[in-house]
């Protein structure tokens, strides 16, 4: 349950700065929509032009409206997860851009190994079985019953005492059948050990290969992509505003900076998913009824 509310409280993040981000792309369309007014009616570009940087403004309201659909939506997940599904939503405070976690592969699988409750219930079921086996070993030899009885006879007026000892003598069973069950039971016990180290080994895998992708491309759309889509964003504006380049090398601009910006918090979303995932032991499901 601790890892999905995590996991809810950085979905709920990210759509917040999705929000803010589809805010910033209206403002943009907007403003090229008003520079594409001033310039068709100074003559210097065509009606098609305006029509189309209108056309984007609206588009851009359109994905805010996804934006806005998709935090609301996050923020009752976390609710829900919190069990308080009646709170308003309201915004979260964190930054989901620092403090980015670092995990090494060896030190993730020893830490899984260790401290996987799904792992401590097999060894717990493979020690019970040890168990079972050592007990059925020990019922192949009978228990000696001691019987001791005190008893007053009113007919010849004396206390009796009688002392009995009894055991069983096993000439054909002597617990065969159950010892070679529980032997099977310890055998299919350590496979299941086994067995459920190289699952969570493979999921493991999955988790830290979306993590390490995930990771990397933060890192690229921080260092590079993400100043150089901004600087060709500002230097295009510019230069279409003063009527040295077009309508269509401003809208490339555009849309390259906003869908740079939404793929950085996909990225950003997948890298915190994944490192809840490996930091939380890759538990899920605490609304899911037990097994």
């Known amino acids: 349950m601790l890892n999905d509310v995590r996991r809810s409280f950085y979905e709920v993040l990210i759509a917040q700065k999705m929000i803010d981000t589809n805010d910033q792309m209206v403002r943009i369309g907007e403003e090229g929509a008003r520079a594409a007014e001033q310039l068709w009616a100074a003559a210097e570009v065509s009606r098609a032009d305006v029509l189309q940087a209108?056309?984007?403004?609206?588009?851009?309201?359109?994905?805010?409206?996804?934006?806005?659909?998709?935090?609301?939506?996050?923020?009752?997940?976390?609710?829900?997860?919190?069990?308080?599904?009646?709170?308003?939503?309201?915004?979260l405070l964190g930054e989901v851009d620092s403090g980015l976690p670092q995990f090494d592969w060896d030190e993730s699988l020893s830490r899984l190994w260790a401290g996987s409750p799904e792992l401590a219930g097999a060894r717990a079921a493979l020690q019970r079985a040890r168990c079972n086996l050592a007990l059925q070993q020990r019922l192949r030899?009978?228990?000696?019953?001691?019987?001791?009885?005190?008893?007053?006879?009113?007919?010849?007026?004396?206390?009796?005492?009688?002392?009995?000892?009894?055991?069983?003598?096993?000439?054909?069973?002597?617990?065969?059948?159950?010892?070679?069950?529980?032997?099977?039971?310890?055998?299919?016990?350590?496979?299941?050990?086994?067995?459920?180290?190289?699952?969570?080994?493979?999921?493991?895998?999955?988790?830290?290969?979306?993590?390490?992708?995930?990771?990397?491309?933060?890192?690229?759309?921080?260092?590079?992509?993400?100043?150089?889509s901004k600087a060709s964003l500002d230097m295009t504006t510019i230069g279409y505003r003063e009527g040295e380049l077009g309508y269509l090398t401003l809208l490339t601009?555009?849309?390259?900076?906003?869908?740079?910006?939404?793929?950085?918090?996909?990225?950003l979303n997948q890298l915190w998913t994944e490192s809840v995932r490996i930091e939380g032991l890759l538990l899920s499901g605490g609304l899911e009824a037990p097994e």
């Open 141 to 228: 030899y009978p228990n000696v019953e001691v019987q001791a009885i005190v008893k007053y006879d009113e007919t010849v007026d004396q206390t009796l005492a009688d002392v009995g000892v009894g055991i069983a003598l096993p000439v054909f069973d002597r617990n065969q059948g159950n010892i070679v069950t529980a032997d099977a039971e310890l055998i299919a016990a350590g496979r299941e050990v086994r067995r459920l180290e190289l699952e969570l080994r493979d999921r493991l895998v999955t988790a830290f290969e979306q993590y390490a992708t995930a990771r990397w491309q933060v890192d690229v759309y921080n260092n590079t992509i993400l100043p150089n």
């Open 253 to 267: 601009a555009q849309r390259t900076y906003f869908s740079v910006n939404l793929e950085y918090l996909a990225a």
């Open 54 to 91: 209108q056309i984007e403004a609206e588009m851009a309201k359109v994905s805010r409206n996804v934006a806005e659909n998709r935090h609301r939506a996050a923020w009752r997940r976390l609710a829900g997860r919190l069990g308080r599904p009646d709170i308003e939503a309201t915004p």
